[in-house]
């Protein structure tokens, strides 16, 4: 079986070297980003970065976030999450 290619970009790559999946959103006067990890469970407000990275949450709506690292965006989603809830 042949295996996927590597990610291509910066963000890409960090997301899949951190084994990131968005596992929840909270949306309020600060939405919050619920990211799985290899490290465990992450809780990151909207404009905060992700913890040991230099990617930012940039935008949280319900059920995908937008992460960005310089001038890449890259959405992530509940779908793309594996789903199962």
Do not use: C, D, F, H
């Amino acid at each position: 079986m042949k295996e996927a290619p590597a990610p291509a970009s910066p963000l890409e790559r960090l997301v899949a070297e951190k084994g990131l999946r968005l596992s929840g959103t909270l949306l309020g006067p600060v939405s919050v980003a619920i990211l799985e990890s290899k490290e465990g469970y992450l809780v990151v407000p909207t404009g905060s970065p992700i913890p040991g990275t230099e990617a930012v949450v940039r935008q949280v709506e319900e059920g995908s976030v937008t992460l960005a690292l310089k001038e890449e965006t890259l959405n992530l989603s509940l779908a793309q999450a594996g789903g199962g809830q």
